[in-house]
């Protein structure tokens, strides 16, 4: 489809690798509210008009996000690391929005002493380039604790920002989980609430992918609405709620 390439081509992003139907809605939202009768009207516009192309990529992308977000599921990984965790430890959060996962896995490794080295991903350059500042609003804290909040964080004018000690924890970079190469021999990686957006077929593909990118008795992390069923899950076995390990060994 004309409006798919455009989209591809303007933003990078591959719209065909996302469930169609909730992407179908949103678009068409969109388009309808900005006065557009069809996609290939709205797909000009796109190229014309750098706001428009902005909106859709927020949309696409869906940046929603807090620290610690579902802190029982955190509290599982930190006791998992407390135990097992090699150091340093190579991880990943792909899907980064702007900053709160990879800022979060930080902030435990902080509390363990544990030496992390931390690469976190997202599609949207703009996302991350907010994600390096590392301010956030009070509402992306609502599960920080006020202990962390004055041990890892200070006051700014434009809101709380992560300890430089934390910041330097963590590589922020562009990567597409549908298209990049991915790294190897991690420790971990935290890829949540990204797959649920993904079409069955892109979904395999990125637990495939990420089942290959962990060592043996490495964790993959993900969104506490991802049960990973009905698809190959290449050696990864669930070991608590939302979290799976690479069989150990051969
Ligand atoms: C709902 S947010 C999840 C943020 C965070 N992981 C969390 O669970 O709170 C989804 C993120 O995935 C990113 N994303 C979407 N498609 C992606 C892709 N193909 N490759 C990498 N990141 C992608 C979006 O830009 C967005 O920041």
Known sequence: MEFVERVRQ??????????????????????????????RSYAQALSRDPSLLRELVDRVTIQVSELFRNPERWADLRARLEVQAVAPLRAWSAGCAHGEEPYSLAILC??????????????????????????????????????????????????WRVSS???RRVRFERHDLLTD???HDLDLIVCRNVLIYLTDAAKQRVVVGCARALKPGG???VGSTEQLVGIDLCGLRLVAPFLYQK???P
Do not use: C
């Open 10 to 39: 303007l933003a990078g992003i591959d719209l065909s690798q996302y469930k169609r139907p909730q992407m179908e809605r949103r678009l068409a939202h969109l388009r309808d509210r900005r006065g557009f009768s069809d996609f």
């Open 110 to 159: 902080a509390e363990l002493g544990l030496e992390a080295d931390i690469w976190a991903t997202d599609v949207d350059e703009r996302a991350l380039e907010q994600a390096r500042q590392g301010v956030f609003a009070l509402r992306a804290l609502a599960n920080v604790s006020p202990e962390r909040l004055r041990r890892f964080f200070e006051p700014t004018d434009e809101g």
């Open 165 to 167: 000690a934390v910041r």
């Open 181 to 183: 190469p991915y790294p």
């Open 219 to 221: 964790h993959l992390f």
């Open 247 to 249: 069989a150990d060994g």
